[in-house]
């Protein structure tokens, strides 16, 4: 199965709009060289027009951190997929900081979902389980029952992608071992297996995050069942985002 390695920078909460300008300005010519390999940026919601007008005719595409449900109305600080659509391929969905810091449960993801796809904006959905989870060995348990909460009545999901960050490996600076990640992510494509059929399981994409670098990318980058990563702090870098997506190129995943 052919799936496009995707490499995706999630800024979180950092970045002025002259900083998010600044940095794309520095990283967009040697991203542009790089083929075979899809590059996604999500900068915070004030700088993605600018970005925007940036990329404009660049192969790296947009995205938003998270959107709200409801298309519009009295919903203050919110933004909408029809405010999105025009600007970004991508938005992420359920990252564990929203469901830990704004409450986000699988009901609410599940709306967010829904809304995406009918806006035509391809969702990176995020799971992943806490260390304690981990350590009482209920990793893959937590993982399946996410995935199936949060896709719930959805009738197809052949464009979302998917990603895998361990909480306790995100901005810890301990990232998950690469058989572990194979592990969950063969969890994944077998549930996703059971709820949509074969070819939806092997065309979906399946992203690692939680502290990757450029010295630890390989890793996940070179296995079958990885086709990218979601990257926070070192997507910051540009020195350090450029040599992650210049793994994937040389990886061929
Ligand atoms: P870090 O790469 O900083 O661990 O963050 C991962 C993440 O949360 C990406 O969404």
Request: net charge negative; glycine share 10%.
């Amino acid at each position: 199965m052919n799936r496009k390695p995707l490499i995706a920078g999630n800024w979180k909460m950092n970045t002025t709009t002259g900083e998010a300008v600044s940095l794309v300005t520095q990283m967009l010519p040697e991203l542009e060289r790089i083929k075979d390999v899809e590059v996604a940026i999500f900068p915070p919601f004030v700088s993605l027009a600018p970005v925007y007008d940036l990329l404009a005719y660049s192969s790296v595409s947009l995205g938003a951190q998270n959107m709200h449900y409801e298309e519009k109305g009295a919903y203050t600080g919110e933004i909408s997929a029809l405010m999105l659509k025009s600007l970004c391929k991508y938005v992420i969905i359920g990252h564990s900081e929203r469901r830990q810091l704004f409450g986000e449960n699988n009901e609410i993801i599940n709306k967010k979902l829904k809304k995406a796809l009918q806006a035509g904006i391809t969702p990176i959905l995020c799971l992943g389980e806490t260390l304690e989870h981990r350590q009482a060995g209920l990793a893959e348990e937590t993982i399946s029952y996410q995935l199936k909460s949060s896709l719930g009545d959805i009738p197809g999901i052949e464009y979302t992608v998917i990603a895998y960050e361990p909480i306790w490996a995100i901005g810890s600076g301990i990232n998950a071992g690469a058989d572990e990640v194979c592990q969950i992510m063969d969890v994944i494509r077998k549930t996703i297996a059971e709820l949509y059929g074969k070819a939806a399981a092997n065309s979906i994409r399946l992203l690692y995050g939680g502290s990757v670098n450029n010295i630890n990318a390989g890793e996940y980058l070179s296995r079958e069942s990885i086709d990218g990563a979601l990257v926070g702090g070192a997507s910051l870098k540009a020195d350090q985002f450029i040599g992650i997506v210049r793994q994937a190129c040389q990886t061929g995943i």
